[in-house]
């Protein structure tokens, strides 16, 4: 019979190199664990999803609020200091179509608007918004808003669908060229 010390060294030893055992397994088999596998990424590259970094999911400003409702392009052009609505391409039909300016501030050109439709026969004004700077309009039919900008120079005056387009029916064309002289003469 072995005496006890080396019973104890054995013991000790079959411990020893079962801890080193166990270890050795949990040391090379362990490494999976932390490796993790998205099937997202394991994708094409551009059907990967976008990784957006953390500062840009802020707007400017820190804290600024987004614009309630829905932001049409045109009240993004409108709401940029300084900015200038884009020429129109054909001509004179497709600028009286789309639009015209008009020297002063939104304010009093919107006043003035607002004036000058209620001269222009068979124009329905049904809703004024004057902080925003457009009137919802029914004329020959047809329902359309239109709408003063600040503009570089002085103030913008165009008629828009629902959606915030241009407008470009007969009867926004028509009621833009009548409001175009309509303001021109009370100018002169």
Known sequence: ?????????????????????????????????????????????????????????????????????????????????????????NGATASAATGFMVEGNRDAVFARVDAALAGIDGVEVASRAELLGALDINYMGSNFLVRVSDAQGGSYVSAVDPRGTPANSEASTRLIALLQESLAAAAN
């Open 1 to 89: 019979m072995p005496s006890i010390p080396q019973m104890s060294r054995r013991t000790m030893s079959r411990t020893a190199l079962g801890s080193a055992l166990l270890v050795a397994l949990v040391a090379t088999s362990g490494c999976s664990w932390f490796r993790k596998t998205d099937d997202l990424y394991a994708q094409a590259p551009q059907n990967r999803p976008l990784e957006v970094p953390p500062d840009l999911d802020v707007p400017a400003g820190h804290g600024a609020a987004a614009p309630a409702g829905s932001v049409t392009a045109s009240q993004a052009i409108a709401a940029a200091p300084g900015a200038a609505p884009a020429p129109a391409t």
